[in-house]
């Protein structure tokens, strides 16, 4: 792995630590207080299902997976969450027992590229804020294909992607190295998605802008980034 790489990864290691030592799962007034609105929706496909598996990548302490998999509990739903961090997946563990889904979580320490994902066995892939985190733009697109692959007919694959982030000094103005091993350019991003998901039917395409101000080694800085917003189903 390169230098640039390993400084992101420290870097990366550092902020989630403290937040997830720090924050408790839905009673924070971080991005920890609440599932995602995009995951809270996609709950009403699954309501045929007699059992249900899912993938969720980068999942740290659960915000996502554990509410789903408190959703979906009659289903024999099962949910592999997979994150690099020790402290991510212990602390996950704790928050299913916690909200008594821990039999549907089965915590894995892993990176999302060496995750190997078997073909056409899963119902939900979700990636949110985490795929932009991979080594490269290679390992990027080929991750996407094999999400691609793992889903199962009618399954769904749920992507929250930044791109385009730019990171600048607020007092100086200069411009900082953004914390993201991958920062694709919006439209770049969108090309590889719908090659990627050709012929799959979009549930959810969005772009939102976001602006906001971080701590970085310091000094504080602005980051803007263009969120993708991505859900479709084969
Ligand atoms: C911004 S958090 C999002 C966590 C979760 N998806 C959510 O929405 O609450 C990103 C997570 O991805 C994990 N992560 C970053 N790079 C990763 C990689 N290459 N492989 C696995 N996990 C990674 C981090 O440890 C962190 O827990």
């Not at 990366?12 to 030592?21: D, N």
């Not at 607020?170 to 050709?198: A, K």
């Not at 979009?202 to 993708?228: A, H």
Request: aromatic fraction near 6%; charge should be negative.
């Amino acid at each position: 792995m390169d230098s640039r790489i390993d400084r992101i990864r420290e870097n990366e290691k550092k902020s989630h630590t403290e937040i997830y030592q720090k924050e408790t799962l839905y009673s924070s007034s971080t991005w920890l207080g609440k599932p995602i609105k995009t995951v809270k929706d996609l709950v009403p496909y699954f309501s045929n299902h007699e059992s249900i598996r899912v993938l969720d990548l980068g999942a740290g302490v659960g915000r996502n997976s554990i509410f789903l998999a408190e959703k979906l509990k009659d289903k024999h739903c099962r949910i592999d969450c997979v994150d690099l961090l020790d402290i991510a997946i212990d602390k996950l563990k704790h928050n299913a027992s916690d909200f008594d889904v821990a039999d549907s979580i089965n915590g894995i320490v892993s990176s999302i590229e060496d995750y190997t994902i078997e073909p056409n066995s899963y119902d939900l892939i979700m990636v949110v804020s985490a795929l932009e985190h991979v080594e490269s733009e290679e390992s990027f697109v080929s991750k996407l294909k094999e999400i691609e692959r793992g889903i199962r007919n009618h399954g769904i694959v749920c992507l929250i992607i930044n791109s385009e982030i730019c990171e600048l000094n607020i007092e100086t103005s200069e411009e900082l190295e953004p914390q993201f091993e991958v920062n694709l350019l919006t439209t770049q991003m969108q090309n590889i998605l719908n090659d990627v998901f050709e012929n799959w039917t979009v549930i959810k395409e969005n772009v939102v802008s976001q602006k906001y101000e971080i701590p970085r080694d310091g000094i504080t800085s602005r980051l803007t980034t263009n969120v993708v917003t991505y859900v479709v189903q084969r």
